[in-house]
């Protein structure tokens, strides 16, 4: 049904942490989506970033011709100990795969 519809269809990934599922589970699941289906993903980016992980965010932009994956910002709650630095990092490392945040 999804596939012989004209309408957009918008699949956001969030809530809980969907970086922590398994990427290729993940990408099997937007593999059976026709085209018509639009991902997104909202991340805490709190985690190792890899390949795999930075090749999903390619694969899902541009969303909606908006240019970038939006990332959850809460100090109070996300940043305990370390958890800042690796942001700041992986945005960084974003930033060098042409990927804006």
């Given amino acids: 049904a999804l596939a012989n519809s004209n309408k957009i269809i918008d699949v956001q990934l ?30 805490n980016l709190v985690y190792r970033l890899t390949k795999e992980k930075i090749a999903l965010f390619k694969r899902m932009l541009p969303y ?16 305990v100990g370390k958890q800042e630095n690796v942001w700041k990092k992986n945005i960084l490392k974003l930033h060098e795969n042409g990927i804006i945040v």
Avoid: C, Q
């Fill in 14 to 43: 969030h809530g809980g942490e969907p970086m922590l599922y398994d990427i290729d589970k993940i990408n099997s699941l937007l593999d059976r989506f026709p085209e018509n289906v639009k991902t997104s993903i909202t991340t």
């Fill in 64 to 79: 909606d011709d908006v240019p970038f994956i939006m990332t959850s910002w809460d100090a109070g709650i996300r940043f």
